[in-house]
Structures are given as structure tokens and as C-alpha cells.
């Protein structure tokens, strides 16, 4: 079973249900078709639990269906698009 999203795109954010009443942030901003990443946030009851995976792995399918490209502002999303190749597509060049 996934996780729930709700994308607010008044506040450019994505909101990841994670457990109970935990959710993930992921904030950005749009440059064009770009989705500059700005911040991620896992609640720091969750951190160190692989939630920031869940998070990403969560979130890119629905940046990649709706056609963005990905500025990795964040250093989070900049480690992860560098570690796990499958979105490597969505990188502005």
C-alpha cells in the first residue's frame, strides 16, 4: 500500500503521509517546467528509519507523471537522484 500525498500547489509543497500522524515535507518552488526542491523534512521521531527514501520514492513518480524536471536545491534530493539512477532523467542539465 503506498502513502498518501496531498500536493498544495498555493504553498509548493508535497505532504507524505508517513504513520499515525507523521507526515514529510517536500518544498520547492517552479522555475519554468522546473521544480526547484528547495527542503525536505522527516519528522525527527522518524529520522534514521529510511522515511526520507519513502518520502522521494513517494514524491518523484508524481513529478515524473506530471512532466517537471528536477533542480536539486536541497542536498537530500541532490543525494539521493545521485545514489538511485532510476530518476536521473528528471535532472535539468
Known sequence: MGN???HDT???QYRVHLQ???YALVKYHM????MAITHTR???ELQGKGYGKVMMET???LIEKDGYKINPVCPYVAHY???YHQYSH???S
Open 90 to 92: 528528471l535532472l535539468t
Open 59 to 61: 514524491v518523484l513518480p
Open 4 to 6: 498518501s500525498v496531498t
Open 31 to 34: 522555475e519554468g517546467s522546473v
Open 42 to 44: 522527516v519528522p525527527d
Open 81 to 83: 537522484l545521485n545514489k
Open 10 to 12: 498555493e504553498l509548493q
Open 20 to 22: 499515525q500522524d507523521y
